[in-house]
């Protein structure tokens, strides 16, 4: 009665985090990306930052997708919800709006 997945496809979910946080990682490794990301109050540059990078992220995991029993998936919610833990609920917002005006342009027929 289970529904049965491949292992390829955990395995293609698992490569696309893994690439998605190595992105983050790298990011925070530069000085002043790692100065905003870490900041207990963020200026407008620091969230600006957040966003184009974030934003960027989320319109690459729409791209990514994986196919689980004939439904598209993708981490594209994930990148919402990291977002908005680290830069706080306006910049989530944001991302999540770039995501779904990418997502919009890019099936107009399905929406």
Same mark, same amino acid.
Request: with cysteine.
């Given at each position: ?5 491949? %292992?390829? *496809? !955990? !395995? ?6 893994? +690439?998605?946080?190595? #992105? #983050? ?8 990306? @790692?100065?905003?990301? #870490? ?11 957040? *966003? #184009?990078?974030?934003?960027?992220? +989320? %319109?690459? *995991? ?6 689980? @029993?004939?439904?598209?998936? @993708? ?8 977002? *908005? ?8 917002? +944001?991302?999540?709006? +770039? ?13």
């Amino acid at each position: 009665m289970g529904v049965k997945i491949k %292992m390829s *496809t !955990f !395995f293609s979910l698992f490569t696309c985090i893994a +690439i998605y946080l190595l #992105i #983050i990682y790298a990011a925070s490794k530069v000085r002043q990306a @790692n100065e905003y990301l #870490i900041a207990e109050k963020q200026d407008l540059t620091g969230k600006v930052i957040i *966003t #184009i990078l974030f934003g960027g992220m +989320i %319109m690459l *995991t729409s791209k990514q997708g994986i196919v689980v @029993n004939e439904a598209y998936t @993708n981490i594209r919610d994930a990148v919402a919800v990291i977002t *908005t833990l680290i830069g706080g609920p306006i910049v989530g917002i +944001i991302v999540s709006l +770039i995501g779904a005006v990418f997502e919009f342009l890019r099936y107009p027929r399905l929406c």
